[in-house]
């Protein structure tokens, strides 16, 4: 049984959340504040952590500092009342690797969380390409024995979402993806989930990625989607 702590101090969200997943068969541990939360991660294992952003003692953005200064592995999915790019990059910043702003369905958060846990059980790999590759466009590379990445001989820190997203674009480079594609392979989502997941990590990427270089490789296609590709 996969083991869940949930970080919330809204009593009507917690009752709705250790419901639904009592009844899916997790085992939910609810803290109520910040300190507690981490209190409880720090003396128990626990397959993955459901986090809000605005709690007491301690917000969600410090839990998830202090967690990942101990765990880079444990995955942390973001609730979050403040639904502007602007946090949820913020958010995204802290170590988390996914998020759910507020109000959200049930099935889309069970959805994250399966997609959540099945990459760990994976070893944080994509299934089909575990195998060591280097994988090279312009001046970028990305070696997915070592999981690092390269832009211009300046090595670039990314998270295990941002990377999944980095390494799909450069399999599929000079090909248009839509959301809905990049759904399906980053997150295992094969439905519309109704927020825009995607383009905040596209562009949190494009910071990390095409920032400080000259050229950009990740462009948008309005209408249809991204492409990495080499205008220059």
């Known amino acids: 049984m996969k083991k869940i702590l949930l970080v919330e101090d809204e009593m009507h969200v917690v009752s709705f959340i250790k419901k639904g997943l009592t009844e899916e068969g997790f085992d939910v541990t609810v803290a109520f504040d910040g300190n507690t ?11 993955l952590i459901i986090l809000d952003i605005m709690l007491p003692d301690k917000n969600g953005l410090e839990v998830c500092k ?3 200064k ?21 958010g995204l910043e802290t170590g988390a690797d996914d998020y759910l702003v507020k109000p959200f369905k049930f099935i889309e958060l069970l959805a994250r ?10 070893g944080g790999a994509i299934p089909e390409i575990q195998q060591e ?5 312009a001046d970028l590379e990305v070696n997915d024995y070592s999981k690092e990445v390269v832009r211009d001989t300046k090595p670039v820190s990314l998270t295990s979402t941002e990377y999944k997203l980095l390494l799909y674009f450069i399999k599929n ?11 399906e392979e980053v997150w295992g989502v094969n439905f519309d989930i109704g927020t825009n ?11 990390k990625i ?10 948008t296609v309005i209408g249809m989607g991204y492409v990495l590709k080499d205008n220059g």
């Not at 480079?173 to 759904?183: A, G, H, W």
């Open 37 to 47: 939360g981490l209190q409880l991660f720090y003396d128990n294992h626990f397959d």
């Open 113 to 122: 969380i399966r997609t959540l846990l099945r990459r760990t059980e994976a």
């Open 173 to 183: 480079k000079n090909k248009v993806l839509s959301r809905t594609d990049i759904l």
């Open 197 to 207: 997941v995607v383009d905040v990590y596209v562009n949190y990427l494009r910071k």
């Open 133 to 137: 590759h280097v994988y090279r466009f």
């Open 70 to 90: 101990v765990n880079n592995n444990i995955p942390v999915l973001f609730l979050t009342a403040l639904g502007t790019s602007e946090n949820i990059v913020l």
């Open 210 to 219: 095409d920032a400080f270089a000259d050229q950009k490789l990740i462009h």
């Open 66 to 68: 202090d967690v990942r």
